[in-house]
């Protein structure tokens, strides 16, 4: 045999042994995928899709009418209204905190003006929240509040918060 041909011979077997290696690593990692796959059981999907719902929440809104939030609920709104004379947002953070900020320009008088100091939310599955609220009416009351709101959509982009039920509803009047 030619020097030649076992050169050819040995890149052959060289050639044939490295591509059977790459074959059996390549099967191996595609039984791997497979298992990978075949773990995903039915308590990660219901528990993904709790915390999608859950997530439906999360973000920045505008409130216009916040006062009837334990007799009624609010609405949640996407764009600022034009016209109404006091505003807030209302930043439902993936902490379950809520940020609340007053927009509101110019008030008549410091009585009464709602401040909250603290906020918080969860989700109690199917589109149910509870609100926890801290704040004050300035100079008249401070308050804790716990109440549960149905989550709905509304044609108009923006989100109702129906209120459910009232939990708790602590009210400290500011001369006691």
């Given at each position: 045999?030619?020097?030649?041909?076992?050169?050819?011979?040995?890149l052959?077997?060289?050639?044939?042994?490295?591509?059977?290696e790459k074959q059996?690593?390549?099967?191996?990692?595609?039984?791997?995928?497979?298992?990978?796959?075949?773990?995903?059981?039915?308590?990660?999907?219901?528990?993904?899709e709790?915390?999608?719902?859950?997530?439906?929440?999360?973000?920045?809104?505008?409130?216009?009418?916040?006062?009837?939030?334990?007799?009624?609920?609010?609405?949640?709104?996407?764009?600022?209204?034009?016209?109404?004379?006091?505003?807030?947002?209302?930043?439902?953070?993936?902490?379950?905190?809520?940020?609340?900020?007053?927009?509101?320009?110019?008030?008549?008088?410091?009585?009464?003006?709602?401040?909250?100091?603290?906020?918080?939310?969860?989700?109690n599955?199917?589109?149910?929240?509870?609100?926890?609220?801290?704040?004050?009416?300035?100079l008249?009351?401070?308050?804790?509040?716990?109440?549960?709101?149905?989550?709905?959509?509304l044609?108009?982009?923006?989100?109702?918060?129906k209120?459910?039920?009232?939990?708790?509803?602590k009210?400290?009047?500011?001369?006691e």
């Amino acid at each position: 045999m030619k020097i030649q041909d076992k050169i050819l011979l040995i890149l052959t077997v060289v050639l044939f042994y490295s591509c059977n290696e790459k074959q059996n690593k390549v099967e191996t990692s595609s039984i791997k995928i497979v298992e990978v796959k075949t773990d995903f059981n039915k308590t990660d999907i219901s528990k993904t899709e709790e915390k999608l719902e859950s997530d439906k929440i999360i973000g920045k809104y505008y409130v216009d009418n916040f006062y009837h939030y334990l007799k009624s609920g609010f609405e949640l709104k996407i764009k600022k209204p034009k016209d109404d004379f006091i505003v807030y947002t209302f930043e439902f953070k993936n902490d379950g905190k809520v940020i609340f900020k007053d927009l509101t320009e110019f008030y008549d008088c410091g009585n009464g003006i709602l401040s909250i100091k603290k906020g918080n939310w969860k989700s109690n599955g199917n589109g149910i929240y509870e609100l926890t609220f801290d704040g004050e009416y300035g100079l008249e009351s401070e308050f804790h509040t716990v109440s549960e709101y149905q989550l709905a959509d509304l044609k108009n982009g923006n989100l109702r918060m129906k209120l459910i039920k009232v939990i708790e509803n602590k009210k400290k009047l500011a001369w006691e």
